[in-house]
């Protein structure tokens, strides 16, 4: 592991997701302790998308923006709000100078499969639609997220694609979390790796299809045909759960004719570049920005 983030590894609480009240209570403290983002130049406001229920988001808007991300937070499925994931989508903004749509989705076990991927679709087709308001061009609003926000982000390009739009110009799944079945080395074998590991996940899941057998909206490594999506940009943790399905899923992209870019982050966990002290965590952070910054471009 990276020294620097090894060094932290002991001050991680030691949580789990049986009970999604307590955990929602420390991922909000934990949240709160990252140091703000820098909004300068950056304006910030809550809006509310019309949809059957309608959907709370949070825009930042960087000045000359041409392009915009509709960001999904990470969180298991049953974690996570506008507020735990103001500094990231915040420094998305400022590190990639598009517009970002942070999106409050319904969470698990409340709301299992399909709400969260029905809300991020609709904030999709909102963010096409709105294009102008927003200040951006419809040609260039991407997908993104990390860890099951990653896993609606690409969820959604498929929903997109099968239903003949919104047109996606890029999807960025960071971490993703794909596939229920984990049954890969690193969902089989990451048992008591830092903060996210298999049990972690299996609960994340069971939240998350409350009872219902998975369908390749709910888990897109299951979907057989891959053919028609956005370029991709995939990132991966070394010791992470999610590592292999994440790589699988980006070999099968190509495989399908899909432009794709991977990286994978050595030394890593799931969710370290949370860590910003760590050298390896700020080149994770400012790559986010710049793959959007290339992906939105001419």
């Known amino acids: 592991m990276d020294p620097e983030l090894e060094a932290f590894v002991p001050l991680f609480p030691r949580t789990d997701l049986t009970d999604p009240v307590a955990a929602r209570k420390s991922f909000a403290e934990l949240a709160a302790a ?42 298991g499925f049953l974690l996570g709000d506008l507020d735990t994931e103001h500094p990231w989508a915040g420094r998305i903004a400022a590190g990639s100078g598009a517009v970002v749509i942070s ?10 499969f399909p709400a969260a991927l029905d809300d991020a679709y609709a904030v999709l087709g909102w963010a096409v639609e709105n294009a102008a308001e927003l200040g951006v061009e419809p040609d260039r609003v991407a997908i993104g997220g990390h860890s099951a926000g990653a896993n609606l982000a690409a969820a959604a390009a498929l929903r997109a694609r099968d239903r003949g739009g919104p ?16 049954d890969t080395w690193s969902a089989r ?22 009872g219902r057998p998975a369908t390749p909206y709910a888990a897109p490594a299951r979907a057989e045909d891959l053919t028609g999506l956005p370029p991709a940009y995939i990132a991966t943790a070394e010791f992470d759960p999610n590592r292999d399905e994440g790589l699988t899923h980006a070999l099968r992209l190509l495989r399908a004719g899909v ?21 390896i965590s700020q080149r994770q952070n ?12 001419d």
């Open 259 to 279: 432009s794709v870019e991977v990286h994978q982050w050595p030394g890593t966990f799931h969710g370290s570049q949370a860590i910003l002290s760590a050298e």
């Open 34 to 75: 990252v140091p703000a983002p820098d909004l300068t130049d950056i304006d910030v406001e809550d809006r509310t998308v019309p949809a059957d229920p309608a959907v709370r988001v949070r825009v930042y808007r960087p000045r000359r923006a041409r392009g915009a991300v509709v960001w999904l937070h990470g969180g």
């Open 189 to 210: 074998n990451f048992t008591d790796t830092p903060w996210f590991h298999r049990d972690k996940a299996a609960a994340g899941w069971r939240h998350y299809l409350g």
């Open 286 to 297: 400012a790559e986010l920005g710049a793959v959007l910054r290339r992906a939105l471009a």
């Open 103 to 112: 999106v409050d989705y319904r969470l698990a076990p409340e709301h299992p």
């Open 167 to 182: 047109a996606i110009r890029f999807q960025l799944l960071n971490q993703p979390g794909l596939d229920d079945r984990q």
